[in-house]
RNA sequence: GGGAGUGUUCCCGAGCGGCCAAUGGGGGCAGACUGUAAAUCUGUUGUCUACGACUUCGAUGGUUCGAAUCCAUCCGCUCCCA
């Protein structure tokens, strides 16, 4: 009988340390990094997206960074599958995988290891699905879905129509309602015997703080000459121009703001993205949060919780 | 110095005698989330010993049964003429 893998879970919010943190403990640790990012995937997006530095790859061996043209599209699947391999590869090296990342909805599906329906390309029924919305309205639109997924009408909003018509499009597209896939989407047992740290703030004006210092050192290190990279091809970029830290410079190139009011609208997404992802983070149970207070406690912590999950059985 | 205008709850901004604690947007706070997730969406937001009470709409004083809304004076800001 195969013992479950072990995986360290570094998350929290934007701007937390969260590369800081995993660098650190895969040095510790003899560890390799897996990012679970949905935009670091991206060739040439760098500065924007807050990448590991080049230098940074150095001192541990990353993976899921970097590869993907931003043309290319990149979901829940397609990172909970690479991130499986990659586990196992590291792990067959005797190695510890830190997953490290902030996007809650990519995390906590690896490590409930949640299995998606197949489904071919579904553009063309995203695209029909677009389009009759937009024709018959929203409301339309859910009683559809009730008509069809009652239950997982009920948990949906009708505003929310993405939530709406992506229901609809899996059920058109394999013919299992979002209650039957959220129903079998579960292992039997739980994939892997994980360590989840989670990196919060005393106080939240200080993760705000860092937030908006952030932003004003990604603009001196070049980022709207990346942002406007991104605006030319945003066409071609579909997920990626959709990214905080591009779409909103937008403006400003197409000369209705001024550089000023993008950059404090930039700062403002980042604090309510972190704020997001705080609420994610704090509805998934198990994981243990270290406090950023100005000292170096929170990494004492982490280093310690660590030590004691690689040291403890096996 | 003369003329026109303006001052609203954290911010912007409606309201122009009672239906106003005061539309809306932003922000804050809280929440949802199974192939777009750095996306998308929801709730809440004067105070309290809360189905009621209390204090708010630049300040003071009036008119009125009743004012954020009308009048007077004052203070601040904006614009125009000097």
């Given at each position: 009988m195969?013992?479950?893998k072990?995986i360290?879970?570094i998350c929290?919010?934007?701007a937390?340390?969260?590369?800081?943190l995993s660098?650190?403990?895969?040095k510790k640790f003899?560890?390799?990094?897996?990012?679970?990012d949905s935009?670091?995937?991206?060739k040439?997006l760098?500065i924007?997206t807050a990448?590991?530095s080049?230098?940074?790859?150095?001192?541990a061996?990353h993976?899921?960074v970097?590869?993907?043209?931003?043309?290319?599209?990149?979901?829940?699947e397609?990172?909970?599958r690479?991130?499986a391999?990659?586990?196992?590869?590291?792990s067959s090296?005797?190695k510890l995988?830190?997953?490290?990342?902030?996007?809650?909805?990519?995390?906590?599906?690896?490590?409930?290891g949640?299995t998606?329906?197949?489904q071919n390309?579904?553009?063309?029924?995203?695209?029909?699905?677009?389009?009759?919305?937009?024709?018959?309205?929203?409301?339309?639109?859910?009683?559809?879905?009730?008509s069809?997924?009652g239950?997982?009408?009920?948990?949906?909003?009708?505003?929310n129509?993405?939530r709406v018509?992506r229901?609809?499009?899996?059920?058109?597209?394999?013919?299992?309602t979002?209650t039957?896939?959220l129903e079998?989407?579960?292992?039997?047992?739980k994939p892997?015997?994980?360590?989840?740290?989670?990196?919060?703030?005393?106080?939240r004006e200080?993760?705000?703080d860092?937030?908006n210092?952030?932003?004003?050192?990604?603009?001196?290190?070049g980022l709207l000459?990346?942002a406007r990279?991104?605006?030319?091809?945003?066409?071609e970029f579909k997920n990626?121009a959709?990214?905080?830290g591009?779409?909103e410079?937008f403006?400003f190139?197409?000369q209705?703001?001024?550089?000023?009011?993008?950059?404090?609208k930039l700062?403002?997404?980042?604090?309510?993205?972190?704020?997001?992802q705080?609420?994610?983070f704090?509805?998934?149970?198990?994981?243990?949060?270290?406090y950023v207070?100005?000292?170096?406690n929170?990494?004492?912590k982490?280093?310690?919780?660590?030590?004691?999950?690689?040291?403890?059985n096996?």
């Open positions: 195969e013992e479950r072990k360290v879970v929290g919010p934007t937390s340390g969260k590369t800081k660098l650190l403990l895969a003899n560890g390799e990094i897996i990012s679970a935009m670091q995937v991206y040439g760098d924007g990448k590991v080049l230098e940074e790859q150095q001192e061996k993976h899921l970097d590869f993907l043209p931003p043309s290319q599209k990149y979901n829940v397609i990172f909970t690479l991130a391999e990659k586990i196992m590869e590291i090296e005797e995988p830190i997953i490290a990342g902030g996007t809650g909805l990519y995390i906590e599906s690896l490590v409930n949640i998606f329906t197949d390309d579904t553009s063309e029924i995203r695209k029909e699905l677009a389009e009759a919305l937009k024709e018959k309205g929203g409301e339309y639109m859910y009683n559809l879905l009730e069809i997924d239950d997982y009408a009920k948990n949906v909003h009708p505003n129509t993405v018509l229901a609809l499009e899996l059920y058109k597209a394999t013919g299992k979002m039957q896939q079998n989407s579960h292992p039997i047992k892997y015997d994980e360590l989840l740290i989670g990196i919060s703030y005393i106080s200080n993760l705000y860092n937030i210092k952030r932003v004003d050192s990604m603009l001196s290190q000459k990346e990279y991104v605006y030319d091809n945003r066409n990626s959709a990214a905080i591009y779409k410079f403006p190139f197409e209705l703001q001024s550089l000023e009011a993008c950059t404090e700062k403002q997404s980042s604090r309510n993205y972190a704020k997001r705080l609420t994610w704090n509805r998934m149970k198990n994981i243990n949060w270290v207070d100005g000292t170096e929170y990494i004492e982490a280093l310690q919780l660590t030590e004691n999950f690689v040291g403890g096996n």
